[in-house]
């Protein structure tokens, strides 16, 4: 069994594996340390979310390119599981290195990505700091994030998130994540008139003038 520097068992964290591919599932398993617990598996959208809402697991084990739903794949099951993101971390596992699948799960809420290259040791080890509540990236794609988020991020201005009331703080990370406001609309259940005021209120009083402005300044904060 894994266990601390102190010489301590290593404390168990239960996770869910979403792939479509059954003997990937199988095998990531068989390479995960004995103190992560595979608490759930699926293969589509549709079941990793309800697999995910019913386990609540520390650590969701996602593949980007998922069958059913509405297309739209890890991300999806990112908004499916929104409600979650606070207690249940993301790591996103592919196949795929592009920069707009990358910049895409991260954007939805994921806290990292890694490539199926990686070895058991290294996918046992991004789960306990993904866990831990660090952000892990194969090396190659972490340049894609800063790209796109700017680069070292700052501490919360505590005062900035004062100005804001708790429903604009959920349409501020929606819409910062990249959701259209009718998805926020969606989420939410409200309409996107009111979408559309939220969202001009929390430029205003962040002194924003665009949403692209707005997707940066929540990177640089954590936020997203």
Sequence with gaps: ????ESGSPAPEIRVVIVDDHAIFRSGLKADLDPNIIVAGEAGTVEA??????????????????????????????LAGSAPLLGSTRFLAL?????????????????????TKTISGA???????????GDAVFSPRLAGFVLD???TAPSDIADDELDRLSARELEVMRLIARGYSYKEVAKELFISIKTVETHVSAVLRKLQLSSR????RWAAERRLL
């Excluded at 069994?1 to 601390?4: A, E, W």
């Excluded at 290294?122 to 831990?132: L, T």
């Excluded at 692209?212 to 997707?215: I, K, N, R, S």
């Design 1 to 4: 069994m894994s266990s601390t």
């Design 48 to 77: 990793a979310v309800a697999v995910i809402a019913a386990v609540r697991p520390d650590v969701v084990l996602l593949d980007v390119h998922l069958p059913g739903g509405l297309g739209g794949g890890g991300r999806e099951v």
């Design 94 to 114: 592919s196949v795929s290195d592009a920069a707009e699948d990358v910049v895409s799960v991260i954007r939805a809420g994921a806290r990292g990505y890694v």
């Design 122 to 132: 290294e996918i046992s080890d991004a789960v306990r700091r993904v866990a831990g």
């Design 148 to 150: 796109a988020f700017g």
């Design 212 to 215: 692209h402005e707005l997707t």
